[in-house]
């Protein structure tokens, strides 16, 4: 099973930014998509962006503009890069692999942004 190891979480303050990377233990064009979902506390989980194996991105409304998700297929690793964050976006951030239907989870990594 593939395996994915986050990094980049931490503090931020409001516009600040910050850079998730999540490394996949195999070749991420294995799979159908990859990307980022997010829970905040007491609401639900949420897409915040994903990439499939043909490039096209998708990203929940409430991030477009200030988030990008990118891909280097050398390293097998995903990138969010996090830009005017607010504390909104304050939430557990997992990254995600897609294998048709199946889904594949990292272990979450803390987002806080903060005054």
């Known amino acids: 099973q593939v395996q994915l190891v986050e990094s980049g979480g931490g503090l931020a303050q409001p516009g600040g930014t910050l850079r998730l990377s999540c490394a996949a233990s195999?070749?991420?064009?294995?799979?159908?998509?990859m990307g980022w979902y997010r829970r905040a506390p007491g609401k639900e989980r949420e897409l915040v962006a994903d990439i499939n194996v043909g490039g096209k991105t998708n990203y929940a409304g409430s991030v477009k503009g200030r988030f990008t998700i990118s891909r280097d297929h050398a390293k097998n690793t995903v990138y969010l890069q996090m830009n005017s964050l607010k504390p909104e976006d304050t939430a557990v951030y997992y990254c995600h692999v897609r294998i048709l239907q199946r889904y594949t989870w990292g272990q979450g990594t803390q987002v806080t942004v903060f005054s």
């Open positions: 195999e070749n991420i064009f294995n799979f159908n998509a």
